[in-house]
């Protein structure tokens, strides 16, 4: 359990950003319209949920539950006073091609920001590093904090897309300039990340389109324009997990046409090798039987001899 929050007063000259380190120590700064919040969860309990629920007793108690569940499908709720939305970070092991889903559950309000998750995400600890430097991103609205996190979350897979990217023309030079038995072995491998973190990502495209488009008191107007470029962001994720699903597709059909074809290469010398000692047997296997009547056998010049 880890707890970081923020606590920003936009009204004192040039805006007062002050570091909070427990859930104890945002009490003083809740129920103030003066006030912006971010409060930042790590591996929440069920003590730490219940607390929360104490601090903000309009969450609802399903919602709040939600925190302490790994797998929740990407969502956006509405509330009276706020929404709830789940959305999925990835963190990938390139040793072990293992693409690791991380939910970051948010409650955002007019006035506040409450984030949640079960591992450390590389968002977060950004966007935390970058509100420290420049604390007016707080100031400007919770929803643009909000913005920042899911921004950054779907930034991160971009360096994703370069690596399989990467894998693709090693798999392309595996195929068609030196043929190696390893390719088939790539594809699959390639093909399951590919598949893993489309099923993350295109679910995520409806979520950023209802934060883009549907009013919500809780998102500004102009927040809004922000959210449809982290949209647009995210079709080019899906629009390129595609174009891979359909590349490996074909080569995978060109390695099975590769391997027939060296197939039918081996058949063919095998037939020249037989049509060669087909006649020899023959010849020797008729020669070679224990007949006592038989043209020439018992001739001195013939076959008997």
């Known amino acids: 359990m880890n707890v970081r929050a923020y606590a920003f007063y936009p009204a004192e000259p040039r805006g007062t950003l002050h570091v909070l380190t427990s859930l104890d120590d945002v009490k003083p700064h809740l129920g103030r319209d003066d006030v912006r919040l971010w409060i930042d969860i790590e591996r929440p ?32 709720e509405p509330y009276d006073d706020h929404i709830f939305v789940v959305f999925r970070g990835l963190n990938f092991n390139p040793d072990s091609h293992i693409l690791d889903t991380i939910g970051l559950k948010i409650f955002l309000g007019r006035t506040f920001i409450v984030s949640a998750h079960r591992e450390p995400l590389r968002s977060v600890l950004s966007v935390a590093a970058r509100l420290e430097q420049e604390p007016e991103l707080l100031g400007r609205g919770p929803d643009r904090v909000c913005h920042a996190l899911i921004d950054q979350i779907v930034d991160n897979y971009f360096p994703l897309l370069d690596a399989m990217d ?8 595996s195929l ?18 590919v598949t893993a973190m489309r099923r993350v990502a295109a679910p995520q495209r409806e979520i950023l389109n209802v934060l883009s488009n549907r009013p919500y008191d809780v998102v500004q107007p102009a927040t809004q324009l922000y959210f449809r470029d982290v949209y647009d962001h995210i079709l080019r994720v899906t629009d390129s997990l595609d174009s ?16 027939s074809n060296r197939m039918n290469e081996v058949m063919k010398t095998l037939s020249i090798v037989a049509t060669i000692i087909l006649p020899l047997s ?5 020669f ?3 007949f006592e009547v038989m043209p020439g056998l018992k001739n001195p010049w013939g076959s008997g001899s």
Not at 58 to 67: G, I, N, Q, S, T
Not at 166 to 173: F, L, Q, V, W
């Open 45 to 76: 309990d069920e003590p730490e949920t219940l607390e929360l629920s104490r601090l903000f007793p309009r969450f609802h108690p399903l919602a709040v539950e939600d925190l302490l569940h790994a797998e929740i499908r990407p969502k956006v």
């Open 166 to 173: 990467d894998a693709m023309e090693e798999i392309e030079t």
């Open 176 to 193: 068609f300039k030196e043929f190696r038995k390893e390719a088939l072995e790539k594809i699959f491998s390639l093909k399951k990340d």
């Open 244 to 259: 891979y699903r359909d590349l490996l597709a074909g080569a995978l059909d060109s390695y099975i046409s590769q391997v």
């Open 282 to 286: 023959l010849v020797t296997g008729v």
């Open 288 to 290: 070679g039987m224990n």
